[in-house]
């Protein structure tokens, strides 16, 4: 069975004013609305007055001798006007009341199944409730209508939990793959941490096993070429660059000297010590118009085309971390 909203207490108040206008607008003692639940059907909400005999929440077992049992089985209207000449309901339990007039209603859901039904009833043929049945029948679908708009609101309601709940799910998603990146962000960090850390060992090691193993020999060989200008000069830039070995492998000097010749690459490496062109001539054992000649296919091969940019400044700059 479909679950039901429950009738708020102002709707209850509604129809209390309604059974009322009711009753006293078709003179009637009784007026009532009777829920139909499982086999019993219950007194909902009755009409105010000392000669209704009903008592709210009473309950009446469904069977074919109660008024509201062929109102409920049939979906439409019941009149009986006088119960004591019919041989069918001089014996229904409302009899014990008196109550031999009856008109009722069937109270639908939207979708058809049965609420209850809305009654009149006296203890004798009334013939203002006769003349009221229209009336009766409009009543009828203003408690269909409140029973609608409860309906509503109930599958509004619940609309929005569903909602709060996507809601709630697709933000605990968020939250969840946002945690998710903030730890891949933190495992990369230390993954780059670690790394940067392994390479600086490694330049640290290779630094320490140049220092130990080959520059005291570097050392040995200028004590015994200390004669030899051209061996000094060649032995100092071997040094040098030993000494900046582990800056080269960020630095960009050893990019450009991939572009060059032996011959020029050597020339770099003297110009960045400060060697004039006469000096490097002199080292390398050439022509100063050799070397302007060399100079020159390193400025067009470095991009240096303006003659106002120096070349060993932008050597330097280029090659700061190996040079500082």
């Not at 049945?133 to 509503?152: H, W, Y």
């Not at 070429?225 to 830039?237: G, Q, Y």
């Amino acid at each position: 069975m479909q679950n039901r909203p429950l009738i708020t207490t102002e709707t209850l108040m509604k129809w209390q004013y309604l059974v009322d206008q009711i009753s006293e607008i078709a003179e009637v003692p009784a007026t009532l609305i009777m829920h139909a639940q499982g086999q019993k059907n219950n007194v909902f909400v009755k009409s105010s007055g000392n000669e209704n005999p009903y008592v709210e929440g009473q309950s009446f077992q469904l069977h074919d001798k109660l008024y509201c049992f062929d109102v409920l089985e049939n979906g439409e209207e019941l009149c009986v006007e006088d119960a004591t000449t019919d041989p069918h309901w001089h014996d229904n339990p409302d009899m014990e009341y008196g109550m031999s007039f009856y008109i009722g209603l069937p109270l639908k859901w939207p979708d058809g199944s049965i609420f209850g039904t809305i009654c009149m009833l006296d203890r004798f043929r009334n013939k203002r409730a006769l003349s009221f049945r229209n009336g009766l029948n409009q009543f009828c679908r203003i408690v269909e209508d409140d029973l609608a708009m409860l309906e509503e609101i109930e599958q509004r309601k619940k609309a929005e939990t569903r909602l709060q709940q996507e809601l709630n799910s697709r933000e605990t998603i968020i939250k969840r793959r946002t945690q998710d990146l903030e730890d891949a962000n933190t495992a990369l960090r230390v993954l780059l941490t670690s790394v940067e850390i392994s390479k600086n060992e490694v330049e640290e090691r290779i630094v320490q096993q140049i220092k130990g193993l080959v520059l005291p020999h570097v050392g040995r060989l200028q004590q015994l070429v200390a004669d030899d200008n051209r061996a000094l000069s060649h032995l100092e830039i071997v040094e040098t660059n030993l000494k900046n070995i582990t800056s080269d492998f960020i630095g960009k000097l050893a990019q450009m000297l991939e572009v060059l010749t032996p011959t020029e690459a050597e020339i770099v490496q003297l110009i960045v010590q400060g060697r004039s062109t006469k000096e490097i001539a002199k080292t390398l054992s050439r022509g100063t118009s050799t070397v302007d000649f060399h100079r020159n296919n390193i400025r067009q091969k470095l991009g240096l085309t303006h003659r106002s940019k120096n070349l060993r400044q932008h050597l330097l700059e280029a090659g700061k971390k190996c040079y500082p």
